[in-house]
């Protein structure tokens, strides 16, 4: 590093690279032509303790191209298998990603630095290694616009172009994303040693994903059984909270799960501009494996993989430890169905529990159902529809036993409406503003309908006026929708 560049300083401390040898290949980022920092996360580069305006530029786009290996990283490429549409691929890993590190953040948290473009791997069988500016961006805005949501997700930290065209369906812009999560380990990494039998790797592997993030395991009867129940916990709140947005993630494979239950992996994924059970936006995904009723079935279908896996630590005696897991895995669609009603009661501006709840909640999706009703601004409109006039037909049923629960509810019209504004988002990623910001990007270099949106994003429940178009369904000539894996 020459003398006169800013000194840039992680908080390294890589706990994956030092005690899990032989779960990943020590590899190194390729040396790219013109690397140039489109766009940096300067919030998250605070958070992450890093000193944000030394990397918003050329040491930034060096380090973050995965060029240059900033003091300390140890970078690698993991290992994982993952269960793909159903078919079993016993050997996947990180075929045009690295992990740089970890770094520790300034609350204390232990959150991993990774790179997504950043060349070809051992793990890259025929792929070129590379990603392309568009899906890149996609994945920033999409995962970004999910933390704002609430929803636990992995981060977008910087989008940096490598000044070199790639090949897909034509060329196309170069680009690398550093993103951030709790951890990269996922179903699929457990299934990577289980398909090759090696017992000792998945004790270590769960004993090193209970002390890194349910520590509080660890002093429980059964550590392993307790770790299925709790990522089993986790997956069906995350589950839940994207069904209650209108999120269709597109590609569920078991490598795209994380022990962690943070959202992962932004590519054929979209949000759905009026309800529809079977919203599919993936042009990979033919059968409708992963449309949007299904992600609860296929979370658990997952599950059952993951399961599969802790089986030999669960219990010794194999029938015991499928019996006890059985019993765990059995009870995610109640525990799902839990988180979800508790979601669409704060949707539906319900603070008490009442038995037909449920029966309220999904009576109003059956009526949504086939009708040109927005759904992210259906809900955010609710709150208004307290008085009855002009009831649209298809709610002619539903808005008064609305009306009549909210009665027994002992708030005033004004708190009830401000409590749904914080769970009923203004702003949401809608397809085709995405697709706008992206075609200027990637087309034109022009990042101005980018940074826009991603300012619109940022605060989804907050209204301003200067956003009124942000609000808009898509226009009438857009779609059908179709998104393309981000390979
Ligand atoms: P994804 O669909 O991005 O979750 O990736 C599934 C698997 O394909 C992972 O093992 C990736 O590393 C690998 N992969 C995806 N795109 C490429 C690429 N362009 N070059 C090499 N490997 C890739
Ligand atoms: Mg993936």
């Given at each position: 590093m020459a003398t006169d560049e800013p000194a840039i300083e992680f908080n390294f401390d890589n706990t994956y690279a030092r005690s899990l040898v032989g779960f990943y290949t020590p590899w190194q980022g390729e040396k790219v032509p013109d690397p140039q920092m489109v766009r940096l996360n300067a919030t998250l580069a605070k958070e992450l303790g890093l000193d944000a305006s030394a990397l918003d530029g050329i040491v930034g786009a060096e380090i973050f191209s995965g060029s240059r290996a900033p003091e300390g990283a140890d970078t690698l490429a993991q290992i994982y298998a993952g269960h793909q549409f159903g078919g079993f691929s016993p050997q996947l890993g990180d075929g045009r990603a690295l992990l740089l590190g970890e770094v520790i953040d300034v609350d204390g948290?232990?959150?991993?630095?990774?790179?997504?473009?950043s060349g070809r791997t051992p793990f890259s069988r025929s792929g070129d290694g590379k990603a392309a500016l568009g899906p890149i961006l996609r994945e920033y805005i999409i995962g970004e616009a999910m933390h704002a949501l609430g929803i636990p997700t992995t981060r977008a930290l910087a989008v940096v172009t490598t000044g070199e065209d790639i090949m897909r369906e034509t060329w196309l812009p170069g680009a690398v994303l550093a993103?951030?999560?709790?951890?990269?380990?996922?179903?699929?990494?457990?299934?990577?040693?289980?398909?090759?039998?090696?017992?000792?790797?998945?004790?270590q592997l769960?004993?090193?994903?209970?002390?890194?993030?349910?520590?509080?395991?660890?002093?429980?009867?059964?550590?392993?059984?307790?770790?299925?129940?709790?990522?089993?916990?986790?997956?069906?709140?995350?589950?839940?909270?994207?069904?209650?947005?209108?999120?269709?993630?597109?590609?569920?494979?078991?490598?795209?799960?994380?022990?962690?239950?943070?959202?992962?992996?932004?590519?054929?994924?979209?949000f759905i501009d009026h309800y529809d059970p079977n919203a599919l936006f993936s042009s990979i995904d033919g059968k409708g494996r992963y449309a949007y009723k299904n992600q609860p079935p296929m979370a658990h279908w997952n599950?059952?993989?993951?399961?599969?896996?802790?089986?030999?630590?669960?219990?010794?005696?194999?029938?015991?430890?499928?019996?006890?897991?059985?019993a765990v895995l059995e009870e995610f669609p109640?525990?799902?169905?839990?988180?979800?009603?508790?979601?669409?009661r704060a949707k539906l501006g319900l603070t008490t529990k009442e038995e037909d709840d449920f029966a309220l909640a999904s009576d109003l999706l059956t009526a949504m159902e086939g009708q040109d009703i927005d759904y992210t601004n259906f809900f955010r409109n609710l709150a208004d529809m307290t008085k009855n006039d002009e009831d649209p037909s298809y709610l002619k049923e539903w808005?008064?036993?609305?009306?009549?629960?909210?009665?027994?509810?002992?708030?005033?019209?004004?708190?009830?409406?401000?409590?749904?504004?914080?769970?009923?988002?203004?702003?949401?990623?809608?397809?085709?503003?995405?697709?706008?910001?992206l075609t200027a990007a990637a087309s034109d270099r022009d990042y101005s309908k980018f940074e826009r949106l991603m300012k619109v994003l940022e605060k989804p429940f907050t209204k301003r006026s200067s956003y009124e178009r942000y609000t808009k369904p898509a226009p009438e000539d857009f779609g059908p929708y179709k998104t393309f894996c981000g390979t």
């Open positions: 948290n232990r959150r991993d630095i990774h790179l997504k473009g993103r951030v999560a709790a951890s990269h380990i996922r179903v699929g990494t457990f299934q990577y040693f289980a398909a090759r039998g090696e017992l000792d790797k998945i004790k769960a004993d090193y994903v209970i002390a890194r993030h349910y520590p509080h395991l660890k002093k429980e009867e059964n550590p392993y059984l307790s770790l299925l129940s709790t990522v089993c916990d986790t997956q069906a709140s995350l589950i839940a909270k994207w069904m209650l947005v209108g999120f269709v993630h597109g590609v569920m494979n078991t490598d795209n799960m994380t022990i962690s239950g943070e959202t992962i992996d932004y590519g054929p994924c979209a599950l059952t993989r993951f399961t599969e896996t802790l089986l030999p630590l669960i219990d010794q005696d194999r029938e015991q430890a499928v019996e006890k897991a059985t109640e525990i799902y169905g839990r988180y979800w009603l508790e979601g669409m808005l008064p036993r609305w009306r009549k629960r909210c009665a027994k509810e002992r708030i005033s019209d004004a708190k009830r409406t401000a409590t749904m504004n914080k769970v009923n988002p203004l702003y949401t990623p809608r397809n085709h503003l995405v697709e706008e910001a």
